[in-house]
């Protein structure tokens, strides 16, 4: 999957801080209908938070999660 702009500008202004890599995700997901054949699938993704400073295992660091929203031409 190609990353979004706003998701790289997110990545670039961690990344202008000293924050240069993700370290580990995680993800939820619920479908609410099945892809048939032929289905025009499209997605959306949004910054849904990002977390203050936070100290990790692995120093510093930010928790930010991002919300995928996908669709069909329904």
């Not at 979004?4 to 993800?27: C, D, M, P, R, W």
């Amino acid at each position: 999957m190609k990353t979004s702009k706003g998701e790289e500008k997110l990545i670039q202004l961690f990344k202008s801080h000293g924050f240069s890599s993700i370290v580990a995700t995680e993800q939820i997901q619920e479908y609410v209908t099945s892809l048939k054949l032929g289905d025009m699938v499209s997605y959306k993704i949004s910054v849904a938070s990002v977390s203050p400073l936070k100290e990790t295992a692995r120093g510093p660091g930010y928790f930010a999660t991002f919300l995928y929203t996908f669709t069909n031409q329904n």
